[in-house]
């Protein structure tokens, strides 16, 4: 028996197809990185902001112009993955290139755990596994949650591991590894760790229950396995009892929900992008339908889980947005692999769904690819502004937004940011909310003008409370306070709100004023 089984391995080794090769699979996730490899900066949305807040954790100590108007504190929160990264890598190759190359990885890592999941649970990569991939590039990558994309890069990759030891029952190694592990992952970010939890849990409780248990018993010994993870809560409790900011508010709007499911692959193009993530579901409900496919009810319990917890979760967690949103492009990623052959793959249908998954992966990296060098095209044009602005210099910068919802990301919310990282300067669009990250805001006196959201305005013709006009806020902001105010995308405003400042650069779509001779 045991030559019987030792020549079926190897018959079965002999006939896996061309997509499951070591060689291609190293490929396709490399090939993940491609829409980051042109962009000298990756333009994410929210990024730029996050590498102000390093460029304070780097060189404060030696920068008497950032002393002056931040200061920086460690503490022991879920958020703080690339905040760690960029300390040796920041001081090795320079926070830019480090910035960069963390972001690069990314993407490659979370389609590696995305891969060696599919493997664990169903034998094989199924080809229906690549139709996943492009959710690595969904809205919460792209609006720049770049702490939270790392955990998740992670818990992808523990929980192709905690799958791995429990099909190999070395659960009592997987119990001492996944401590640590755990409070890794939730480092990096909590709600990483928060669907490394919810993954392994159910995905236990469905292999305890196919070994024989009820399903009650299973939950009870899934929840007690993976309570080796439980470590963080304690972090969790002591971090929350000393930041009394942040509200957790906004339960079950489900327009905004419904928002957030239709937005997975928001991108540039709205129609492209909903009618790339209408082409997943089509491949999701023929599995549905098809007497050849099936679901894992492994993975399948697991989008499940994940489904309900994207239910019962807020849109604002302790002062945190889009913490339901953050869940969507994960949910169906797992759905998607969880999709499998009833029995012996039919050899023609694999072969077609294998290029039909990696026609769907290499179109939305292509359009990736295209977004990305277009909005990196035109920050490196408005960058050049900063060339003239003197180094600790304080400025102002105000984004243009339109009234209604678009859809593009904006790309250049935090694009002001970069006064921080080049120029050791001031900059008006850092988040200061008590608990969330590590940075205090000492430069306060211009007030509503000192912090994001003031960067963002609006089109005269728009009334909302969060975001002002654009002449409001020329016509208020103080200009004893600043030293140079950034137009960048600046919808239309009356000449006489900036008549008392000096321009001393134009370029594409932004000028720079500067407030006093």
Not at 67 to 75: G, L, M, S
Not at 89 to 106: D, R, T
Not at 228 to 239: E, G, H, K, T
Not at 477 to 494: A, G, K, M, Q, S
Request: glycine share 6%.
């Amino acid at each position: 028996m045991g030559a019987q089984a030792a020549s079926a391995v190897q018959t079965d080794q002999e006939v896996r197809p061309w997509w499951e090769a070591p060689w291609f699979i190293a490929f396709v996730a490399f090939a993940t990185a491609i829409p980051l490899l042109y962009p000298p900066v990756p333009p994410l949305v929210d990024l730029m902001g996050h590498m102000g807040r390093y460029r304070v954790e780097l060189d404060l100590e030696h920068s008497p112009w950032l002393q002056q108007y931040y200061d920086y504190h460690w503490a022991a929160i879920g958020n703080l993955g690339v905040d760690l990264l960029v300390i040796p890598l920041g001081k090795l190759l320079g926070l830019e290139p480090a910035v960069k190359l963390i972001v690069l990885l990314i993407p490659p890592m979370t389609a590696a755990g995305f891969l060696w999941v599919a493997r664990e649970v169903h034998g094989r990569i199924p080809p229906t596994a690549f139709f996943a991939l492009p959710f690595i590039y969904g809205y919460p990558f792209l609006f720049g949650f770049v702490n939270y994309a790392l955990s998740v890069a992670f818990a992808f990759l523990a929980f192709g591991l905690w799958l791995r030891l429990g099909r190999l029952d070395h659960t009592t190694l997987r119990s001492w590894l996944f401590g640590p592990i755990s409070l890794m992952v939730f480092f990096c970010h909590t709600y990483g760790w928060g669907l490394l939890g919810l993954m392994c849990f159910s995905a236990d409780a469905v292999r305890l229950h196919d070994r024989g248990r009820t399903w009650w018993r299973a939950g009870i010994e899934a929840a007690l396995h993976t309570s080796v993870m439980a470590l963080p809560i304690l972090v969790m409790l002591l971090w929350r009892s000393e930041a009394h900011g942040g509200q957790t508010v906004d339960w079950f709007n489900w327009k905004v929900k419904w928002r957030w499911i239709y937005s997975a692959l928001r991108d540039q193009w709205k129609w492209f992008d909903i009618g790339s993530l209408v082409a997943a579901a089509i491949a999701f409900v023929y599995a549905l339908v098809s007497r050849k496919l099936t679901l894992s009810r492994n993975l399948a319990f697991s989008a499940i889980v994940l489904a309900v917890s994207f239910a019962i979760i807020p849109r604002i967690v302790f002062g945190s947005a889009y913490a339901d949103m953050r869940l969507v492009p994960y949910l169906m990623a797992v759905a998607l692999l969880a999709i499998r052959f009833r029995g012996r793959p039919d050899r023609r249908t694999a072969q077609v769904l294998a290029i039909l998954g990696l026609l769907f992966f290499a179109t939305r990296t292509v359009a990736n690819t295209l977004s990305l060098g277009l909005a990196a095209k035109d920050q490196s044009a408005k960058l050049q502004a900063l060339d003239v602005v003197p180094r600790g210099s304080r400025v102002i910068s105000l984004v243009g937004m339109t009234c209604q919802e678009y859809w593009p990301m904006l790309r250049n919310g935090h694009l002001g940011a970069m006064v921080i990282v080049r120029r050791e300067g001031f900059s008006n669009d850092q988040w200061v909310i008590e608990g969330l990250n590590l940075l205090d805001l000492k430069y306060t006196k211009a007030g509503y003008f000192a912090a994001d959201p003031s960067q963002l305005v609006r089109p005269n013709r728009c009334f909302e409370r969060l975001h002002r006009q654009i002449d409001q806020s020329l016509s208020t902001l103080p200009r004893n306070d600043f030293d140079y105010v950034w137009l960048i995308d600046p919808p239309p405003y009356d000449p006489a709100t900036a008549a008392d400042m000096i321009p001393v650069w134009r370029g594409p779509g932004s000028i720079l004023y500067k407030t006093h001779p």
